[in-house]
C-alpha cells in the first residue's frame, strides 16, 4: 500500500519511544528508572481539578470557538500583561490542544515550501519533524557547551540566507535548561528586525527558572513583539501534562490563519480543560512554588553526582527539569558487552544492563550527550545516580 513521501520522513519522538520502552520494561515487572518523561511528577493542584468538575457539572460540555473560549483567551492576555508586560487581544490568542500543536500551527501559517527556519542545537526533538510536516526546511546551528548551549546574535546573523523565514528561540531549552539572558535577547531581536524574520518563541518553562529571570524576546519594543509567535500552555507550570491546552499569541495576521487551520484540523481544545485553564492561571502560586524548590534540589544533586563519576559531566542548567549529560568520555568503551559509540548505544545498553532509561540527543542535534529529566522523585534520582556509577564502573 502506499504512503504519503512527506509523512515518511517524519521521524518518530525519540522522548516518546524511550518513555514507551520503560513503561513496556516496567509492565513487565522489571525494576527499571525512568528519566525520559517531560511532564511534573507532581498532581494537578486541586482547585484545577474542581474548575473543570464544575465545568461537567455546569453543562460546559459542548464545542467552543476554534481558538478557544472568550473567556480563556481573556485570561492568557491577562496573564501576558501580568507576567510578562505584553499588550494582546483576545483575538491575537489562538488556544490549542496542548503547546505541541499550537507550534504545528505556526509552522503551518507562516511557512511555504522551502522556506528555512533556523534551530539552534540542542533542540526539542520535534522542532524539526514540525518544519518539515508544514513543507520548510529545519537549518540547524550548532551551538557548544562552552557557550552554555546558546546562540549569539553574531552566529544568528551568519546563518541567515535569502530563504530563511523564521528562527526557533526556546527559554528556558529542552533539552539544555539553559536560559537567554536580558541582553542575550536583545540582542538577538535587533538581527529579528534587521532581516525582517519571525521569531517562534516557546516559553513553556518560563516559570521554571531556579537562577535569572524570564523575559520574553516580544518585550523589546512593537517591531519585535509583531515578529514574534510566544508559544506557551499549562502542561510544565501546573502539571497538566494530559489535559492538553497550549497557547499562541501573535500579530492579528497570523493569529487569524492559524485560527482558520484549527477549525478544520481540529475544531476546538477540549471545552472543560479550557474551563479548568482560566482557573489555572488566577492563581497557582503556591504550587508552583513548592514544585520549583523540590526541582531545584533534585537538580543539585543530580548535577553533583554526575559531575563526580569519571567520564561523564554535565553544566548546571538554569531552568527546566532536564540535565544534559555528556557522554563523550565514554564513547570508544565497551559496556555490557556493547561497545558505544553513539548517544543511543548508550541509552541501550543503559537501559538493557542497569535498567535505567535516559533520553539520547541524537535527535536533539548532539549525539554527545543524553538527556536526564528530574521531574521523577529524590529516591529515584538517587537510584539512577548509583546505577550509573555502576555502569560506568564495569
Known sequence: MYVSKKASNIQASTTLAIDSKFKAMKAEGLDVVGFGAGEP?????????????????NGMTRYTPAAGTLELRKAVCEKLSRENGLSYEPAQIVVSNGAKHSLVNTFMAILNPGDEVLIPAPFWVSYPEMIKIADGVPVIMQTSETDNF???????????????????????????????????LKAIADVIVEH?????????????????????????GDEIKKRTIIINGVSKTYAMTGWRIGYAAACPEVAKVMANLQSHATSNPNSIAQAATVAALSGGEEEIAVMKKAFAERRDYMVERINAIPGVSCKKPNGAFYVLMNISGVKGRTIGGKRIETSDDFAEAFLNVAKVAVVPCSGFGNDDFVRWSYATSMENICEGMNRLEAFLAE
Open 150 to 184: 546558546k546562540v549569539t546574535a553574531e552566529e544568528l546573523k551568519k546563518a541567515i540566507t535569502p530563504k530563511t523565514r523564521a528562527v526557533v528561540l526556546n527559554s528556558p531549552s529542552n533539552p539544555t535548561g539553559m536560559v537567554y539572558t536580558e541582553d542575550e
Open 41 to 57: 511528577d507532581f498532581e494537578t493542584p486541586d482547585y484545577i481539578k474542581k474548575a473543570a468538575i464544575e465545568a461537567i457539572q
Open 196 to 220: 525582517d524574520l519571525y521569531v517562534i518563541s516557546d516559553e513553556i518553562y518560563e516559570h521554571l527558572i531556579y537562577e535569572g529571570k524570564h523575559v520574553s524576546i516580544a518585550s523589546f
